[in-house]
């Protein structure tokens, strides 16, 4: 995978792992709640998950890419549309109050953040999208999968550190409606500008 490519992914998986959704709201009040170190079980099942979601999709949608490679440019193209879509869907998302302030007794154990995967459309789609914009075809598939496994890995351990630590203060500023707005246009802005460098 060219180094152009690879970081365009990395754009695209940053702004997909750092956006709230289901992850990221448990990682920010685990953190707030239970403190850094009693989140890293939970923040590795996440983890683990995402990379086991990954493999599920790259390896599902990867034997037809390696039997029929014309399917790469449908799905390059269905890629970018769905970058695009997602661009306006984080960049005009409601406002939504975060709640860090209701603890659980516990917290979240290591393999119920690893399930949690299973049942998390953000997740889904971002596995989705990374494979289907960002894998090559042909004999490079396994080595681009591997490249998108490594950049998963990267972004998620990054994102995961920082809302799990700064988890109480993140909530405290995206509770401001024009705080919200603004984070979430700028995300939408960098996820539309990925779809330039996927045709680069």
């Known amino acids: 995978m060219e180094l152009s490519l690879f970081l365009s992914m990395l754009g695209f998986l ?44 790259a390896f599902g949608v ?49 393999w119920q953040g690893g399930l949690l995967q299973l049942i998390n459309p953000k997740a889904w789609l971002m596995a989705l999208g990374a494979v289907a914009s960002f894998s090559l075809a042909g004999e490079a598939y396994r080595h681009s999968v591997m490249a998108i496994s490594l950049g998963m890995f990267i972004v998620n351990l990054l994102s995961g550190v920082i809302w799990m630590g700064f988890g109480a203060m993140i909530g405290r500023i995206l509770r401001s409606r024009r705080a919200w707005t603004i984070f979430n246009v700028a995300m939408g802005a960098l996820t539309a500008a990925c779809v330039l460098l996927i045709w680069h």
């Open 62 to 110: 990867g034997g037809l890419i390696v039997l029929y490679p014309s399917l790469h440019l449908f799905l390059k193209i269905a890629g970018s549309l769905y970058l695009l879509w997602l661009a306006w869907k984080i960049a005009t998302a409601a406002y939504e109050k975060l709640e860090t302030d209701d603890a659980p007794a516990a917290p979240m154990p290591f």
């Open 14 to 57: 940053w702004v997909a792992a750092i956006t709230p959704g289901p992850n990221n709201m448990l990682l920010t009040a685990s953190g707030a709640n239970f403190g850094f170190m009693r989140t890293i079980p939970l923040m590795i099942g996440i983890m683990i998950g995402m990379q086991v979601m990954l493999l599920m999709v």
